[in-house]
């Protein structure tokens, strides 16, 4: 056998296993196709890419990528919202100017637990404040002050104006202009007790302790976070920020 011959068999031999690999990842990758696409399928939804998000299942690998899809369809936000038990009453857009307005407007009033007093939002915002509501604050409720939370009180998410900082100085549009945030500043506890940042987040015991958890575990769920611990601008409450390149403080 030649040297000619030789290489002409390995090549042979390499595009035949080349052509059985792939033939195989076709025929498994076409059965996993099936198998999270059909009607039946044994796959739960929260694991399944291929179903929709459901506010309250547990969380997977899998949420983040069913949430991010969400977030580009507002007839499907509104549907998961509805499916959560989430009160958001349908608004029409707001079209102010090219920095000011709403789309995917509503008026929020219900969490899945928590009731909110109603504020106009946009459904992106709901949707994120729903899953923190149902995920971060109502567990650590239970597992820190070993009760539920009955309402989040805010201070409004949709204001045209710019972002503030703390020398005072405007700087470029604030998310609430789009209502892409919205300002948290305190809690009422299923004992009827009342927390807020202002007079409970550099308290010492569990309270201060609930808060510090509730906004670590928003950073989940939003990209920007903002409390106490960022500037004097936010001594008094969490802003939660839906679209943004990732910041947590």
């Given at each position: 056998m030649t040297k000619r011959t030789g290489r002409r068999r390995i090549l042979h031999l390499?595009?035949?296993l080349?052509?059985?690999?792939?033939?195989?990842?076709?025929?498994?990758?076409?059965?996993?196709?099936w198998v999270l696409s059909h009607p039946q399928t044994p796959v739960p939804s929260?694991?399944?890419?291929?179903?929709?998000?459901?506010?309250?299942?547990p969380v997977t690998p899998i949420t983040m990528y069913q949430l991010?899809?969400?977030?580009?369809?507002?007839?499907q936000c509104r549907a998961v919202l509805s499916a959560a038990g989430v009160v958001f009453e349908p608004m029409d857009d707001l079209a102010i100017n090219q920095n000011c307005g709403i789309a995917g407007r509503g008026l929020l009033s219900g969490l899945t637990a928590a009731k909110i007093e109603a504020v106009e939002t946009s459904?992106?915002?709901?949707?994120?404040?729903?899953?923190w509501e149902h995920h971060v604050v109502q567990p650590a409720a239970q597992q820190i002050l070993g009760t539920d939370v009955r309402a989040l009180r805010h201070v409004g998410s949709y204001n045209c104006r710019r972002m503030r900082t703390a020398q005072g100085q405007d700087s470029g549009w604030s998310s609430h202009a789009t209502a892409d945030?919205?300002?948290?500043?305190?809690?009422?506890l299923g004992t009827g007790r009342s927390l807020t940042l202002l007079k409970d987040w550099a308290a010492?015991?569990?309270?201060?302790a609930f808060l510090r958890r509730i906004g670590r575990g928003?950073?989940?769920?939003?990209?920007v976070v903002l409390g106490p611990d960022y500037n004097r601008l936010h001594a008094d409450h969490f802003h939660l920020q839906g679209p943004g390149w990732g910041y947590c403080r």
């Open positions: 390499a595009a035949s080349l052509f059985t690999l792939v033939s195989l990842l076709i025929v498994v990758g076409g059965g996993g196709w929260h694991w399944n890419p291929l179903r929709e998000l459901t506010v309250t299942a991010h899809r969400v977030l580009g369809d507002e007839a459904c992106t915002t709901t949707l994120r404040l729903a899953l945030a919205i300002d948290i500043v305190g809690l009422q010492s015991g569990p309270e201060a928003a950073c989940d769920w939003f990209r």
